[in-house]
């Protein structure tokens, strides 16, 4: 049995006069104890098609299964065996930190001795403030202790929404690698995210623009079938260099990425050289070939979408 | 069931504690209440000054002076030349009344068994005036008839008039079941309408639909300190106007508190109702204040009796839980019957409790509401 499997799920909503399709028809299924991300920009849909499986909003059309169960009519068993972390810190923030995590160990019938083992490590990073108002906990710290409240009573699934948003880059390396490590447990976790390095991180990625996905595969596969030839250039003046690329016939695209400015060509034939010579720049520049990770991915499918 | 009621009567008493603004208004409402309408605003009529115009000066009119100057709703604050300076001292506000004793006046009484004063008062206040003069009218009349004594009348109709439960026509009769009614409305209602909404607007409401809390849990969860409040309120109240004020629990103690739980029940009903049917704070608050607050004041017969009201008025009141309560307070503290009297205003306050609670877990939403 797959642990989560989704048959044509949309759902729109009313802006005013015009109607918003925040998630189109979709369908899709996920594996017991796979790591699932949802990469997108903000409005992609995310938020929309975690809550339709977390049984908050009720989907216009399909119907999607979490552990078996129907998000609509088995609300109630669904809940009793899921976690779920809002994308909003959504924690008591007058209550202590050992205050929230025995209020929801007991909310889901359970204590928080009898599944200790699976937050210990989060937890014992939280240990020293656990008399600490949960509103006064810094960024990090909250989306731990978050993490911890929604793990409490060993879910069967873990729905968590952009936990690593306004986080450090340390916490965020941290906090994937306890996800990691819950998955081990035979937790199937499903993520958003607005960050391209997290997809990687995953055991499959859907990227999601429009309430489309646009691919769903593994990381590694979406890169292996990226078929297009990536440039890499850098210039002294790099604003105008980017203008420049953009209007030279054989460039489909460019775009900045880092230091250098990524440029993919109409034609894989095309050589560094040609396109040298077409650019006729002032300026010295620097082209090498690039080798594209999972954002080149993204912005390609953007553009194409 | 019982861990998670007690875990979550517990988160919330630790959000009413831990508020403590929040915590100072609701101990310290009730208290300040009592006190403001026992020693400020009250309608009682003690030492008003007023002043008198003696043109008679004679032994007659200087007895009648003496006694009204003994009673202790008047002080004498100036005597005048003349009436024509009457105006004068109402306009400067000095008074409220104005006697004057005509010339003659002991003379006239004695010799013609007929003497006229004239009584003077400021009815820029209607309501003062009319208890002012009336005052006036039973001075007199006593004075008249000290006169009168052992001489034969040929009629004469002493009407013996007796103020029954509150023979010193004290206002806290009145305003101390009013102020209850008020406090237990403002404490119940209006903080309890604020819990369920409070939750969605910080979200937390979102992590509390992903778990198997029952709606109804939450809702009798949510009610349980605010009661218990309650009950402090309740006891802070009788307290302070038994010694304080020195207002006598006619009737049942016990009677008493259980009806004000009773009404403190279906407070906390309406704001459930009113927190399940609103999205955020500031609208529940503004629908307790506007829509419920105003009425316990204006329609419970608090301030002014319901059988003066207009027609729909009356029909109104009827849905005002205070209103009710406020006819149970009276009748048990002040008038001291017990429940064969007001059973059906008891059984009023039951329905409406039953029918808030029905329609607060009605409408409590199972999923996110957007929009």
């Known amino acids: 049995m797959k642990s989560i499997s989704v048959n044509n799920l949309s759902k729109s909503f009313i802006n005013g006069k015009e109607t918003v399709e925040a998630v189109k028809p979709l369908s899709f299924e996920i594996d017991k104890a796979e790591l699932f991300g949802f990469i997108g920009p903000d409005g992609a849909g995310k938020t929309t098609l975690l809550r339709m499986l977390t049984t908050l ?19 109630k068993e669904i809940r009793k065996r899921v976690g779920y ?9 007058d209550l202590s930190v050992q205050e929230n995590l025995e209020f929801f160990a007991t909310i889901f019938q359970t204590t928080v001795k009898e599944n200790y083992h699976l937050i210990k490590d989060i937890y014992d990073q939280l240990a020293p403030f656990s008399d600490r108002p949960a509103g006064k906990l810094s960024g990090g710290m909250k989306q731990k202790l978050a993490l911890c409240c929604a793990l409490i009573h060993k879910p069967t699934v873990l729905f968590l929404d952009e936990p690593t948003t306004g986080v450090d880059a340390v916490s965020r390396k941290e906090f994937w690698e306890m996800l990691k490590r819950l998955k081990e447990q035979g937790i199937t976790i499903l993520v958003s995210t607005p960050y391209m390095d997290e997809a990687s991180l995953c055991d499959r990625v859907a990227l999601m623009q429009d309430g489309k996905f646009l691919r769903i595969d ?12 990536l440039l890499a250039v850098k210039g002294k003046e790099m604003f105008p260099l980017l203008q420049h690329l953009k209007q030279i016939d054989g460039i489909e695209m460019a775009y900045p990425f880092g230091e250098y400015h990524h440029v993919v060509l109409q034609n894989d034939a095309t050589s560094i050289d040609q396109l040298k010579s077409k650019l006729q720049s002032t300026q010295e520049l620097e082209i090498k070939p690039a080798t594209p990770d999972i954002e080149d991915c993204f912005i390609y499918a953007m553009q194409n979408n | 069931m019982k861990e998670q009621f007690l875990a979550f009567v517990k988160k919330e008493w630790f959000h009413i504690w831990r508020d403590k603004k929040t915590l100072f208004i609701l101990f310290g409402l009730p208290i300040v209440q009592i006190l403001i309408f026992g020693f400020a605003l009250t309608n009682e009529i003690k ?10 000066k004679d032994e007659t009119s200087q007895r009648l002076i003496d006694r009204i100057a003994s009673s202790r709703y008047f002080d004498i604050e100036e005597f005048l030349k003349n009436g024509d300076e009457a105006d004068g001292a109402f306009k400067r506000g000095k008074v409220k009344l104005v006697l004057i004793i005509p010339e003659n006046f002991g003379s006239s009484l004695k010799h013609t068994n007929h003497g006229a004063i004239q009584v003077l008062a400021d009815a820029s206040d209607p309501n003062t005036a009319s208890t002012l003069t009336s005052y006036m009218q039973a001075i ?4 008249q008839s000290d006169l009168n004594e052992g001489k034969k009348l040929p009629y004469s109709i002493v009407p013996e008039v007796r103020m029954l439960y509150n023979p010193q026509l004290k206002g806290a009769y ?3 079941p009013g102020v209850m009614a008020m406090v237990l409305m403002l404490i119940c209602t209006l903080m309890t309408s604020i819990a369920i909404v409070k939750e969605k607007e910080t979200g937390t409401m979102e992590v509390l639909l992903v778990s198997p809390l029952k709606p109804i ?10 009661l218990f409040l309650s009950f402090i309120n309740i006891a802070s109240i009788l307290l302070l106007s038994v010694f304080v004020l020195g207002l006598p629990i006619a009737g049942s103690l016990m009677l008493l508190i259980a009806l004000s739980l009773l009404f403190s029940v279906a407070c906390l009903s309406l704001g459930m109702l009113i927190s399940t049917i609103t999205d ?6 503004l629908i307790s204040l506007m829509g419920l607050f105003l009425p316990t004041l204006m329609l419970s017969g608090f301030m002014f009796p319901i059988e003066n009201m207009p027609l729909p008025l009356k029909i109104i009141s009827n849905v005002v839980p205070a209103k009710w309560y406020y006819f149970i307070v009276k009748s048990v503290m002040i008038k001291g019957v017990g429940l064969k009297i007001i059973w059906k205003e008891a059984l009023v306050l039951t329905l409406m409790t039953i029918i808030f609670l029905g329609l607060s877990i009605k409408n409590y939403k199972v999923r996110l509401a957007l929009k």
């Open chain 2, 174 to 176: 009145n305003f101390v």
């Open chain 2, 47 to 56: 030492n008003s000054r007023i002043a008198v115009v003696d043109q008679s």
């Open chain 1, 85 to 93: 972390m809002p994308g909003k810190f959504s924690l008591y923030q």
């Open chain 2, 217 to 226: 849990l939450v809702i009798f969860a949510k009610s349980t300190p605010y």
């Open chain 1, 57 to 75: 909003i009720i989907a216009d059309t399909g119907t999607a299964t979490v552990d078996g169960l129907d998000v609509v009519n088995d609300y």
């Open chain 2, 280 to 285: 955020s704070q500031q609208t529940a608050m």
């Open chain 1, 218 to 229: 593994p990381p590694s596969q979406i890169i292996k079938n990226y078929s297009k030839k």
């Open chain 2, 140 to 143: 007199v009349g006593d004075f």
